[in-house]
């Protein structure tokens, strides 16, 4: 169905936004679920017939009813209306009129007598409007209270929706559950808490899916939401056909369910298979029995395997495969199948051209090449004096000859170690100059003690010696005292 600014002239020329029914506003093309487009809005009916009066009405979520305008009231499509309920009134919106009613009322085998299709009030007031919209607000709070009771009174099921009468004197349950549900108690708690009318209804996995809506995993809206209205059963024999592995995480949808789009090419596939021969036909060749494997249908390749040697698989064309099957009927052995998979002519793939002077797509592809320069480890100083020694036995002309003739790494190594001194080389080179500072630090004083134990030691052999050799023989006491000469 399409808005205003969308319908077409008499010639067909689209009006407004140009877009045939699909700008998505109010309710044009995919601006609500399950919208039909009018294409026979501007088509005159023949002289002397009058125009349909039932109406298709719109309700939340996509639920939608016939009506027929018994009062011969103006209503054209996107009116609110007041309709006939189950007890009291109802508001909704005219999705679709004319003669598309008809085709629609056909397809879901409603006829113009059945009592299913009640009748329009009136247009919908400011004061009906406003009672509806309170009502809708009250929704996803009751919905919140009814989950509560339900989990409280232990019941196996799942609460899915909630909708309200126009009026809001009723209010409908929408439930999913795998087993059978006593709700009677659970009734009586709902109308309590809430002071109105309950009705309780039960939908299937796919009906809660179409009903809530979501994003399949092709990136767009259900199919069970936007357009499909009537949900066909799907088998495990649609994937199969389709040579699709029965993975459940890949073939079920938001539902649960085998996705229903399985069945949309499953008829093109079938067409296709008809020239393929049975997967459980063998083949006899020279080398052995051979056994099928898998296929692609749109290419017309085929892949078999030896019984004896399953490890190698051998692709082969739709056309080998049937001249292989001829020859067997005719009690003739094929050659074997390596023959047959080398006449396959591979077409080369056509890569990136860089005719714009772009950067190539796979230049990032490409490995990285090692280093070449990379890090020494690290030598132990046990070592060290090892090849000290090796150096001072080798001459400096042998090593010079060695490294003209031999390894440049080896006459780099080795000039390395002749400039770079060891770290043993290192503490015996400082060990002299530590002493000499030492030496020449300042004389402390008589209770302080030197931080060298040796030094006070030697100083008192040096004086006594010197003192003796100053002193005459003879010159001490018998107390051992010297006496000074002049």
């Not at 045939?20 to 023949?46: E, H, I, Q, R």
């Not at 809530?212 to 059963?233: A, H, N, Q, Y």
């Amino acid at each position: 169905m399409s808005c205003s600014s969308c319908s077409t002239n008499k010639d067909g020329v689209p009006k407004g936004c140009k877009s045939n029914g699909n700008c998505a506003t109010g309710t044009c093309g995919s601006g609500n679920k399950l919208a039909v487009f009018d294409w026979l809005s501007n088509m005159t009916l023949p002289s002397g017939e009058a125009p349909y009066n039932i109406f298709e009405v719109r309700f939340k979520n996509g639920r939608k009813h016939f009506y027929r305008n018994s009062q011969n009231i103006t209503v054209s499509m996107g009116d609110v209306v007041a309709v006939e309920g189950s007890s009291g009134h109802d508001i909704g919106i005219v999705s679709l009129a004319g003669e598309l009613v008809k085709v629609q009322m056909k397809k879901r085998k409603v006829t113009e007598d059945s009592d299913n299709v009640k009748k329009i009030y009136r247009k919908a007031t400011q004061k009906d409007i406003d009672v509806w919209q309170t009502a809708r607000d009250r929704e996803l709070e009751t919905q919140r209270k009814g989950r509560e009771i339900i989990s409280k009174l232990g019941l196996k099921m799942k609460l899915s929706d909630v909708e309200f009468q126009g009026d809001g004197t009723k209010a409908t349950f929408y439930y999913t559950a795998d087993e059978r549900v006593d709700f009677r108690q659970l009734i009586r708690d709902l109308a309590g808490a809430f002071s109105i009318r309950v009705e309780m209804r039960q939908v299937g996995m796919r009906q809660e899916a179409a009903r809530l809506g979501g994003v399949g995993s092709c990136g767009r809206e259900l199919c069970c939401s936007t357009w499909l209205t009537d949900f066909r059963k799907v088998n495990t024999a649609a994937a199969r056909y389709q040579q699709l592995s029965l993975n459940p995480l890949k073939l079920a949808g938001q539902c649960g369910k085998l996705k229903c789009c399985l069945n949309f090419e499953l008829d093109s596939y079938l067409d296709a298979l008809e020239s393929f021969p049975k997967q459980d036909l063998v083949l006899k060749t020279e080398k052995g029995d051979a056994v099928f494997v898998k296929m692609d249908i749109f290419k017309k390749l085929l892949w078999y395997t030896y019984k004896e040697e399953s490890f190698k698989w051998y692709k082969l064309s739709l056309d080998q495969v049937q001249e292989i099957i001829e020859l067997n009927e005719n009690n003739e052995v094929s050659s074997p199948l390596e023959d047959y998979e080398a006449e396959i002519a591979e077409e080369p793939k056509i890569d990136f051209e860089n005719v714009v002077g772009q950067d190539s797509l796979t230049r990032f592809d490409a490995p990285k090449k090692p280093r070449k320069n990379r890090r020494r480890p690290k030598r132990n100083t046990s070592n060290n004096k090892k090849t000290e020694s090796r150096d001072k036995k080798k001459s400096p002309q042998k090593a010079g000859a060695k490294n003209a003739g031999g390894n440049k790494l080896d006459a780099k190594r080795q000039d390395s170690r002749r400039k770079k001194p060891n770290q043993n080389q290192l503490k015996q080179a400082q060990k002299p100059r530590n002493q000499k500072k030492k030496t020449e630090a300042k004389p402390t004083g008589e209770n302080q003690q030197s931080p060298n134990k040796r030094k006070p030691q030697n100083n008192k052999r040096r004086n006594n010696n010197n003192r003796r050799k100053n002193t005459p023989k003879n010159a001490g006491n018998k107390d051992g005292n010297t006496k000074e000469t002049k």
